[in-house]
């Protein structure tokens, strides 16, 4: 099955930098890639997603890019702000059964 | 648009006693509707996958006599937690596909601890 691995566990920024985070996956047939960010106690929300006929898909300070041949995917955000710190979770999913299966979270805080 | 809730947010219970989440989709059809559960600072790990008026598929190594799914409806699906133990104290978050082929949009989660 599946499996989708996550790095890093943590990650701290100056308010301002960019962060990137990256995740790989196993099954050649996932063809779609969430991203999340959780906040503690909260729900998860969608903050970008790509499908795999894309390589790279932006939204203001939120990228994600896609390598299919790799197997991996990655979240940039630019200009981070202390309001972004959180977990973030990648997925992987295949069209047929949507399921989602998550990486194992990544704890961003945003220094102010 | 897309909001999933959860009832309850959180409860207590005793050990050998049932308890019953439900989750709703609350502006569009959930077509498909999955079961998560969450340990502190842990990633979320699907436990079912629920159709509307069809059995539960369950992930490897989740009791399916344990963890009672139902999906009566395109916008409710109840997770029944039966004679609930300590280990059973988890956050458990249910999501809904609908809108988009692929998308889910989470519920806010239920604490459940039990005593």
């Known amino acids: 099955g599946e499996n989708v691995e996550q790095h890093p566990s943590t990650l701290s920024v100056q308010e301002g930098d960019s962060a990137v985070i990256k995740c790989t996956y196993s099954?050649?047939?996932?063809?779609?890639f969430p991203w999340y960010k959780q906040e503690l106690g909260k729900r998860p929300q969608l903050i970008i997603d790509?499908?795999?006929?894309?390589g790279e898909k932006k939204d203001q300070r939120i990228a994600v890019t896609l390598n299919k041949t790799a197997k991996h995917f990655s979240l940039h955000i630019t200009e981070t702000q202390p309001e972004d710190s959180a977990v973030y979770f990648c997925a992987a999913s295949t069209s047929g059964t949507y399921k989602y299966i998550f990486g194992t979270g990544t704890r961003l805080k945003v220094l102010a | 648009g897309a909001v999933v809730s959860q009832h309850p947010s959180r409860v207590i219970c005793k050990s050998g006693t049932s308890v019953k989440i439900e989750c709703r989709s609350l502006?569009?059809?959930?077509?498909?509707m999955f079961w998560y559960r969450q340990f502190p600072k842990k990633s979320l790990m699907l436990m079912a996958t629920?159709?509307?008026?069809?059995?539960?598929?369950?992930e490897q190594g989740v009791e399916k006599d344990k963890f009672l799914i139902n999906h009566a409806s395109l916008t409710l699906s109840t997770l029944t937690v039966t004679s609930a133990h300590p280990e059973d104290s988890s956050f458990y978050i249910c999501?809904?596909?609908?809108?988009?082929?692929?998308?889910?949009?989470f519920g806010p989660g239920t604490r459940l601890l039990v005593l």
């Open positions: 629920s159709n509307e008026g069809s059995k539960a598929t369950y």
């Open positions: 099954d050649s047939a996932s063809n779609y």
């Open positions: 502006d569009f059809q959930a077509t498909t």
């Open positions: 790509i499908r795999s006929n894309v």
């Open positions: 999501s809904g596909r609908g809108l988009g082929p692929e998308t889910q949009y």
